[in-house]
Nanobody, 122 residues
């Protein structure tokens, strides 16, 4: 059974918006959830992360001011709102959950979704 299931990726034009959703299973309750992305030929990088309560949010400098992470625990869902998209945002986006700690390195995360592709055209 998948612990994290992403949706909402697709094709957008530069300057456009997309919203990614991640439905989390009960195994990730209380976890630190995040979004990573991996562009072709590049390392996987963290985009944003949020605590279970939503009180502590991290957003990487590369997307700050354009992307927003949020969550609805009532819906078991974590969101990534992406505005003012740029071609450099083209990547596969992964929802992740970390059961203990708040590290931002990829190896620290316990669960990964299957990924959703985002393509931004110029």
């Amino acid at each position: 059974q998948a612990q994290l299931v992403e949706s909402g990726g697709g094709l957008a034009q530069a300057g456009g918006s997309l919203r990614l959703s991640c439905v989390a299973s009960a195994r990730t309750y209380g976890a630190y959830h995040g979004w990573f992305r991996q562009a072709p030929g590049k390392d996987r990088e963290i985009v944003a992360a949020i605590t279970w309560s939503g009180s502590d949010i991290f957003v990487s400098d590369s997307v700050k001011g354009r992307f927003t992470i949020s969550r609805s625990n009532a819906k078991d869902t974590v969101y990534l709102q992406m505005n003012d998209l740029k071609p450099d945002d083209t990547a596969i986006y992964y929802c992740t959950a970390q059961l203990a700690g708040r590290s931002h390195t990829p190896t620290a995360w316990t669960y990964w979704g299957q990924g959703t592709r985002v393509t931004v055209s110029s």
